[in-house]
Nanobody, 122 residues
Framework: QVQLVESGGGLVQAGGSLRLSCAAS????????MGWYRQVPGNQRELVAAITSGGNTNCADSVKGRFTISRDNAKNTVYLQMNSLKPEDTAVYYCYVDLRVAVWQSNVVRYWGQGTQVTVSS
């Protein structure tokens, strides 16, 4: 079994900062991509940022220059540092991890965190 535990969401004023964390645990052989999506009720889930095992990153245009994704491979943890937050960043943020649970597994499987609410007040 694999578990993803998110933390760090909350309420912040516009212009403020939050740092989200997502730690993966359980039966993990290797982790490929880690990342974050966000979702507003009634809308589709939107990719915010992702990072490969080698450290290559990509971010949505809407958050470039404000959000930074990073990871600690020793801790199987991915972070999302969110600065200069705007009310339109308000959403539930979900982390995901693409991983293999065993050496014989040829394809990665995606696991999701439980989601954490980020609310930015104007």
């Amino acid at each position: 079994q694999v578990q993803l535990v998110e933390s760090g969401g909350g309420l912040v004023q516009a212009g403020g900062s939050l740092r989200l964390s997502c730690a993966a645990s359980g039966s993990i052989f290797s982790i490929n991509v880690m990342g974050w999506y966000r979702q507003v009720p009634g809308n589709q889930r939107e990719l915010v940022a992702a990072i490969t095992s080698g450290g290559n990153t990509n971010c949505a245009d809407s958050v470039k220059g404000r959000f930074t994704i990073s990871r600690d491979n020793a801790k199987n943890t991915v972070y999302l540092q969110m600065n200069s937050l705007k009310p339109e960043d308000t959403a539930v943020y979900y982390c995901y991890v693409d991983l293999r649970v065993a050496v014989w597994q040829s394809n990665v499987v995606r696991y999701w965190g439980q989601g954490t609410q980020v609310t930015v007040s104007s």
